[in-house]
């Protein structure tokens, strides 16, 4: 049996972990586009997982909500609501009421013999693992992997008591470990298996626009090579191309375009003799991605919406025929909104 840890073993862990969060808070800088809310948060993140590793999960989750209310990210009522009167908190608890009723009927005990009592594992104990590690994955196909991985860390209790296993044994630990990580796998894998269809928020600042439109450009031959050609000559990184008819913008970082911001409008000028030809500073790029958008219809409109019921004014948008992601422009104003909305109507 595993000794408990001691209290002293109990501060310096917790002094430990309060030291990787002053580093990412105060020694570390930022980089770009990372804040330097953000990097305190990402020492926060680190400083929880230590301390639920190696402390407990209890009076230190506490803990990390204040953290979190501390840095700045978010108000103390927001965090709160964000973490214990979040809904999936509400889910966790009635799934782990699920399997309390489960344990206590005796009905999570009849599957884990089921499972090491079947006439082809006797003898192969690694067949029993991987009938669990099968089972996990398929179900996680098609449901919430918070849900599976809670109804499998009651079975594989069940399974490791049967089998005379202390929870603590490094099998044990390595059979909890699995669970997680074949159930995200699983959920991962379809465009059922959550309603999160939108998986990942990114973005950064500082961008210059140039737009051109000329009637009739949508027809000629050759007009992006051109244009191309000039960026190259003067050693711009074209970061993304929206088009429409007759007319095309391209974004580029705006401290690299400044340099030689008119001698290369004078060689478009030249070159293309656009109708017109004007350039928009200060903008911010803002992308959604997610393999499952293509699954979900009016994906797009979502996006759209949720931005402008919070004040947020779109400037340009360019997405592909896959949706793999949905690239919005808007003011470098609103660029840190714009990320806070997104990420909680979508991916929180």
Not at 45 to 56: K, P, S
Request: glycine share 8%; net charge positive.
């Amino acid at each position: 049996m595993a000794k408990a840890k001691t209290p002293n073993k109990k501060l310096m862990h917790t002094i430990i972990a309060l030291v990787i969060w002053a580093i990412f808070k105060w020694l570390i800088p930022a980089p770009e586009p990372m804040t330097d809310t953000g990097m305190e948060i990402v020492g926060v993140f680190i400083m929880a997982t230590y301390l639920w590793i190696t402390v407990e999960t209890g009076w230190t989750s506490i803990l990390v909500v204040s953290m979190v209310a501390i840095s700045g990210a978010m108000s103390a009522t927001a965090a709160i609501k964000g973490s214990f009167g979040d809904w999936m908190f509400a889910f966790l608890m009635a799934c782990m009421l699920v399997n309390h009723v489960l344990s206590e009927t005796g009905i999570s005990r009849r599957i884990a013999v089921w499972f090491i009592t079947r006439k082809f594992v006797k003898g192969r104990p690694y067949i029993i693992v991987l009938m669990f590690f099968a089972a996990m994955f398929v179900l996680g196909l098609g449901m919430t992997s918070s849900a599976t991985c809670v109804m499998f860390l009651a079975l594989a209790k069940e399974i490791l008591d049967t089998c005379g296993y202390d929870r603590k044994d490094k099998f044990s630990q390595f059979l909890f470990c699995c669970i997680a990580a074949i159930t995200i796998a699983g959920n991962g894998m379809t465009a059922i298996g959550h309603g999160n269809f939108i998986t990942g928020i990114a973005g950064r600042k500082n961008f210059s626009v140039i737009t051109i439109t000329k009637n009739g450009m949508s027809n000629e031959v050759g007009v992006l090579r051109r244009i191309l050609e000039v960026l190259e000559k003067y050693q711009l990184v074209l970061e993304y191309l929206p088009s429409g008819i007759d007319s095309v913008s391209l974004v580029v970082a705006a401290d690299k375009l400044r340099p030689c911001q008119y001698q290369l409008l004078g060689d478009i000028q030249k070159m293309l003799k656009p109708d017109s030809i004007h350039v928009t500073d200060d903008m911010a790029i803002v992308a959604a991605v997610g393999r499952k958008m293509a699954f979900k219809p009016g994906t797009s409109g979502k996006i759209f919406a949720a931005l402008g019921e919070n004040g947020i004014n779109i400037r340009m948008i360019t997405q592909g025929p896959d949706e793999l992601n949905i690239i919005v422009g808007v003011d470098n104003k609103d660029f840190a909104g714009a990320i806070r909305v997104l990420y909680d109507s979508f991916v929180k």
